[in-house]
């Protein structure tokens, strides 16, 4: 039988623009020692360490972790795309949850570069062969690889649906709104609706520029441990992952010849579904979530997948203002990838750092009321798709 894992601490530093950001060695180190610091436990007490990167030499992990500690411990270099973090947290805690070990450190890093997200995509041939000749049969337009993909998502949910540019433009206009009360986020300035709208056009009619993330350099980590161990350390952690579910893509990704599946609906539904029924809690008990926004598009799309409104009632949902304070679930009280930025290795594990201060009602301006359950969704495309539940205990 699987045991209670806890997340005994969390920390993270202030994201950044490619070229202000101190090197990927030390961000990594830093974010692992306030974890620690956080926990209330020193390097010694961890047994196993994941850590998640995308753009980095192999073993980045070690180098990382050894600025932190050095006990010989096992560690393992992760790497799963956009939902890397989320991946080392799911890897960190089954070890914990197996009774394989009693405290483990999921770490999440990434000294990017400037320039658009696409070339998360573009610079990389494998295993994206399938998913670009897909993009290339569905979306018609010279654009990066990353845009054409949501965007095209995007204009697939107005085709279906009748979303138009403007709900996507609430919803990036929301993140602002949530960002300016997070001092770790990289953009604090709000933006109006009107402002969306206004801006850069970089596909006519479905997409500006502030709805795609920007490249971020950045870490974060947590200590995940075992209730067991929680007692004889005299540690209190209040929060505790009661399920977690990764997936993967399935045929309907490429034979729905659905601009929405090839970027992970139907993964991001069948996680979802397996959290709820894990954890015997209904899309209706959640009041706050961090998802993945890697343009508001997918926002959108993902209110849907994870159950928070049905299919084709994400406009009604937004314009309800649901998704935010005052609403049904806030979405990303963190300002989400959008503002908060995007580290690849690093958001999975920033996004448990935002939910574990939410549970603990330790958000300060951005603390949601009432809350007893967090969800979580990291995704990656190539693919996976990590969706966590957090409970307060």
Known sequence: MARDVLVAGVGMIPFAKPGANAPYDEMGASAIKAA?????????????AYAGF???????????????????????????????GSTALFLARQAV??????????VGFEQMKPGALGSVYDDRVSPFVDFDAACNELVDVELPLALRYFGGAGRA????????????????????????????SIFRNVMTEEDVLGAQVLWPGVMTRPMACPPTCGAAAAIVVSSDFAKRRNLAPQ?????????????????SRDMMRLVGFDMARQAAKNVYEAAGVDPRDIRVAELHDC???NEV????????????????????????????????????LLSKGHPLGATGLAQCYELTQQLRGAAEQRQVDGVRHALQHNLGLGGACVVTLYEKV
């Open 36 to 48: 620690l610091a956080d926990a209330g436990v020193g390097f010694d007490a961890v047994e196993q």
């Open 54 to 84: 995308v753009y980095g030499d192999s073993c980045s992990g070690q180098r990382v972790i050894y600025g932190a500690g050095m006990t010989g411990i096992p560690i393992v270099n992760v790497n799963n795309n956009c939902s890397t």
């Open 97 to 106: 949850a197996s009774g394989a070990v009693e405290c483990a450190l999921a």
């Open 157 to 184: 949910h107005m085709e279906k649906y009748g979303t138009t540019l403007a709900d996507f433009a609430k919803v990036r206009a929301k993140a602002s709104r949530h960002a300016a009360a997070n001092p770790f």
């Open 239 to 255: 929060v505790k992952i009661v399920a977690q579910s990764m997936t993967t893509d399935t045929p309907s990704t490429f034979e």
């Open 295 to 297: 343009f508001a598009h």
């Open 301 to 336: 799309i993902t209110y849907e997948a994870l159950g928070f409104c049905g299919e084709g009632e994400a406009a009604k949902f937004i314009a309800d203002g649901d998704n935010t304070y005052g609403g049904r679930v806030v979405t990303n009280p963190s300002g989400g």
